[in-house]
């Protein structure tokens, strides 16, 4: 921030002009810039004027006591420090509106997530590498849209200890890491296909789970340390209620950059990624025809859209106005692209799935036509127990209404054939690959 940055400039000036001054050097706590104070006294500033987007009365004073040895003291009392949001003329519309935009989006997000994994677990004609890797995608995103209504819940409803707070935003930060290093995962799946055609069997869902899974780990555990370790952070360990409602850890830091410059790199690489594979579909394919050409322009569509998608959204997130009417209309944008992430990788890799919308088709027709043959079934005993007709005039009357099993079977076999060459399709707008076609197994 540019308190920050201003505050850690004086620091520097005054500990090249210190001569042994008797006093508590200038110090950073990460919300408040103490300057030079007298042992033995205790300092007061104004509170901060906002803290996670929430104003606080700065006509009330914070304090923090100089120790005779020429020390601060690891604690600052912020307890006088309240927030404005009970006050009616201080109320901030933008805050309230964007916020209630969060939950609906990100409501909507886990209920198109919900369905959309369901239905790639649920049926087994859809089972392959292609969709197991879709399906980490859309986990990564229901877990972080859950994770952020849980914090925000809690921490509206109730105040919260220093460690579930931290614990609570590690998370956060995990899961919203490995939706990028997912992402990563779709475009490096697509560029081996794709570009790397004899060694794309060489990479197994365990090194694609390493690399969406494992990797955020070990950046977020990183982050964590550093954070905890830093000198900021341990005289932020105030004991106000009012500050540990809104979790310290989630104030921006410079840290912060340990799990941001990651999440900009493999954006970066997927875009390379991406070039290359259009190179390779407009110099090389570009005069085939064939079913699995197809496939992949398919695909690198899907990928060009999200791509793009998920990198504006990211620069939006860290970069913005705060003041003014702009600031709310910044605030309107970000919450309904950032929280509706979700739905719409959903959108793309599954409710516009041309495989996907076949399969659903292909099994509600054959539950339909069991349906019929169980009803046909009833009313064949029916006609057998009941009718004064033989048994073989009641068979043929049963059988003057109903489908011919060896036909039906027939029927059947032709709308597998039907449905697969629809899968293969030039009309699919989703980027998905057949899984019987260029799936490489899923082990």
């Not at 042992?39 to 923090?64: H, M, Q, V």
Request: hydrophobic share 40%; glycine share 4%; aromatic share 12%.
């Amino acid at each position: 921030s540019t308190e920050e940055l201003d505050c850690l400039v004086l620091i520097h000036e005054e500990s090249l002009n210190r001569n042994n001054s008797p006093s508590c050097p200038r110090n950073w706590d990460s919300l408040l810039c103490w300057p030079p104070t007298l042992p033995g006294t205790r300092a007061e500033l104004p509170c901060f004027p906002e803290l996670n987007g929430i104003k606080y009365d700065t006509t009330k004073n914070a304090s923090r006591w100089c120790h005779l040895n020429h020390t601060w003291d690891n604690y600052t009392d912020y307890t006088s420090c309240s927030d404005l949001r009970g006050r009616e003329q201080d109320f901030e519309p933008g805050i309230e509106v964007s916020t209630m935009i969060y939950f609906g989006g990100y409501t909507m997000s886990l209920i198109a997530l919900g369905i959309a994994i369901w239905i790639f677990l649920y049926f087994k004609d859809l089972r392959c590498l292609r969709n197991t890797i879709h399906t980490n995608l859309m986990c990564t995103y229901m877990l972080a849209d859950f994770m952020w209504i849980l914090t925000i819940t809690l921490q509206m409803s109730m105040p919260t200890d220093l460690s579930t707070c931290v614990f609570l935003i590690i998370l956060l930060h995990y899961f919203h890491l490995t939706n990028f290093f997912w992402m990563f995962v779709e475009g490096l799946y697509l560029y081996m296909l794709v570009v790397e055609t004899f060694n794309r069997e060489n990479i197994k869902l365990r090194a694609y789970a390493f690399i969406g899974w494992g990797a955020p780990v070990i950046i977020v555990l990183a982050w964590g340390i550093a954070k905890n370790t830093s000198e900021n952070t341990h005289e932020n360990q105030v004991h106000s209620d009012t500050v540990l409602r809104h979790c310290p850890w989630m104030t921006p830091h410079t840290y912060d950059w340990i799990f941001q410059a990651p999440a900009v790199g493999v954006l970066a690489i997927n875009v390379i990624f991406l070039a290359m594979i259009m190179w390779v579909l407009i110099t090389k394919l570009r005069s085939a025809n064939t079913i699995e050409t197809q496939q992949y322009r398919k695909a690198s569509k899907a990928l060009l859209v999200l791509i793009p998608l998920l990198g504006i959204t990211y620069i939006l997130v860290i970069a913005g106005p705060t003041e003014g009417v702009s600031a709310n209309i910044y605030a309107y944008v970000r919450a309904i692209l950032l929280s509706t992430q979700g739905f719409t990788v959903a959108l793309f890799y599954c409710f516009l799935n041309t495989e996907v919308q076949n399969t659903l088709r292909h099994h509600i027709e054959r539950w339909k036509a069991s349906r019929d043959l169980k009803a046909g079934g009833r009313r064949y005993t029916y006609s057998k127990d009941w009718s004064p007709n033989t048994r073989s005039e009641s068979i043929r009357m049963y059988s003057s209404h109903q489908v011919n099993p060896r036909h039906y079977r027939k029927r059947e076999s032709n709308t597998s054939n039907i449905t697969t060459m629809t899968l293969l399709g030039p009309s699919s707008i989703t980027g998905s690959l057949s899984c019987g076609r260029v799936s490489n197994g899923s082990s």
